[in-house]
């Protein structure tokens, strides 16, 4: 008899693959308690370890998180859709609305771990921002949370004499946020670059992010121009990926 490609699967990925089916026909919905590495075990006949592999599997991929003391739980979390060209257009900050606005609909998003200092620029930030390296930035730290869930870190920076004295300085920027207060200072942005990539995460960002463990991170850093090219911020993200999906919506 030929051998099928699904038994040429390791035992721990035909294992998360039956869980995920189970999980995609709803026999275990939100929140519901997957079976234990035991009751693997029992069932298929495996290893501890390969029943941990199938567990992870699901961790990795975002369906499933790992409670402390408690087990392995599908996840209950709706996944944010981040539309990356309709959040930056100026309708929305200029409006005196969030960017994040656009992305959350009714869903209940708290920034917090906010961190608002000066600093002398690094060089990789000193080339973006066409400044003197070690020249003063404003540099603005804040995490973001999104239905009680640890979604994106984010690190703007800003020249320090540009937004000397504006609300930018400060831990709450006011309506519209850093995008309407530059506005006011002559330096509204009009054109964005986005750069995306992807790594596994520090320790410190899988411990600020909630990350279960093998849960990769995706990079966004944004520079916004004013006119003529003039950069006037640069931000860092970091974000979790089994909670974003990244949409482009753009005529050819």
């Known amino acids: ?19 995920r089916e189970s999980i995609k026909a709803g026999e275990y919905g939100p ?11 029992e069932k298929h006949g495996v290893a501890r370890m390969t029943a941990r592999q199938a ?16 087990g392995v739980f599908v996840r ?22 969030s960017i994040w606005s656009a992305d959350i609909e009714d869903r209940t998003l708290v920034v917090d771990q906010v961190a608002v200092s000066e600093e002398p620029a690094q060089e990789r930030i000193a080339r973006v921002l066409d400044i003197a390296p070690g020249e003063a930035v ?13 979604v994106l870190l984010a690190t703007s920076y800003l020249s320090a004499a540009l937004v000397a004295g504006s609300a930018i300085t400060q831990e709450d920027t006011g309506p519209g946020g850093t995008y309407a207060r ?13 750069e995306v990539r992807s790594r596994m995460p520090s320790q410190d960002e899988a411990s600020r992010l909630n990350l279960s463990m093998g849960t ?23 974000l979790d ?6 949409e482009y919506d753009f005529d050819g």
Not at 31 to 38: A, K, M, S
Not at 138 to 150: A, E, N, S
Not at 184 to 193: I, S, T
């Open 1 to 19: 008899m030929a051998t099928t490609g699904g038994d040429r699967q390791p035992k721990y990925q035909r294992i998360a693959s039956a869980l």
């Open 31 to 41: 929140g519901d308690r997957l079976p234990g590495e035991n009751d693997l075990m």
């Open 55 to 70: 567990l992870g599997v699901l961790q990795n991929e975002g369906l499933a998180e790992s409670r402390k003391g408690a």
């Open 76 to 97: 209950d979390f709706r996944p944010l859709r981040r539309r990356g060209i309709q959040r930056l257009s100026q309708e929305q900050w200029g409006s005196g609305r």
């Open 138 to 150: 404003c540099v603005r730290r804040r995490r973001f949370v999104l239905d009680g869930k640890p």
């Open 182 to 194: 530059l506005a006011e200072l002559g330096a509204k942005p009009v054109h964005f670059r986005e």
């Open 216 to 238: 990769p991170v995706i990079l966004i850093c944004r520079t916004a121009f004013a006119g003529e090219e003039q950069p006037v911020e640069v931000n860092e993200m970091t």
């Open 241 to 246: 990926s089994a909670s974003y999906i990244l």
